[in-house]
């Protein structure tokens, strides 16, 4: 059964940078055709994707984000990251991660829980 | 970006009752449509893929149809587990976007 978690701080000040983890348990992030994914979700509002890495290490990111935003893999530790720069109060939200595929058809399965962000000082 | 919109944004209904929410795109994304559940406090959960595809482990009172840009999610007999927020999400074009929700609850 594949699991992700995510981990980071809850709390992050305007204008440093939001650093998260996701560890997955039960796939190998850096075999298969996979999209590791990160969604997030405004408190009380709908998902925004964010953006994925391949097992490849090839990126795509969703172009509101793109200047701010990186997602990496550490396959040592099966795990990949999401890091967003110069935050302001707007990327507080709930902060998936997830495993996408095929590409073809591609859809988001499973997810993590989420871990809240909030960007306050 | 392909802007996708649900309607209605809430609805009610009572156990057994059959429901329908419909999910359009701002242009065409012939099937790639896929359906979430996404209950309080919890991640979302993928319900349907290619527009009518039940993914495995999701009851079969679970549908969907459409093609283009007309979608629609049909629960046939609605269970007590079934209240919760479903979003539509296309996967034709980057970037990847979502409906924005509709709440189903108890009458």
């Known amino acids: 059964q594949v699991q992700l978690q995510e981990s980071g701080p809850g709390l992050v000040k305007p204008s440093q940078t939001l650093s998260l983890t996701c560890t997955v348990s039960?796939?190998?992030?850096?075999?298969?055709?996979?999209?590791w994914t990160w969604v997030r979700q405004h408190p009380e509002k709908g998902l925004e994707w964010i953006g994925y890495?391949?097992?490849?290490?090839?990126?795509y990111y969703n172009p509101s984000l793109k200047s701010r935003v990186s997602i990496s893999l550490d396959t040592s530790k099966n795990q990949f990251s999401l890091t967003v720069t110069s935050v302001t109060a707007a990327d507080t939200a709930v902060y998936f991660c997830a495993r996408g595929g095929p590409i073809v058809q591609l859809r988001f399965d499973p997810w993590g829980q989420g871990t809240l962000v909030t960007v306050s000082s | 970006d392909i802007q996708m919109t649900q309607s209605p944004s809430s609805l009610s209904g009572s156990v057994g009752d059959r429901v329908t929410i419909t999910c359009r795109a701002s242009q065409t994304i012939s099937n790639y449509l896929n359906w979430y559940q996404q209950k309080r406090g919890e991640a979302p959960k993928l319900l349907l893929f290619?527009?009518?595809s039940l993914q495995s482990g999701v009851p079969s009172r679970f549908s969907g149809s459409g093609s283009g840009t007309d979608f629609t999610l049909t629960i046939s007999s609605l269970q007590p587990e079934d209240f919760a927020t479903y979003y539509c999400q296309q996967s034709y074009r980057i970037p990847y976007t979502f409906g924005q929700g509709t709440k189903l609850e108890i009458k």
């Open positions: 039960g796939d190998s992030i850096s075999s298969g055709n996979n999209y």
């Open positions: 890495i391949h097992s490849s290490g090839n990126t």
């Open positions: 290619a527009a009518s």
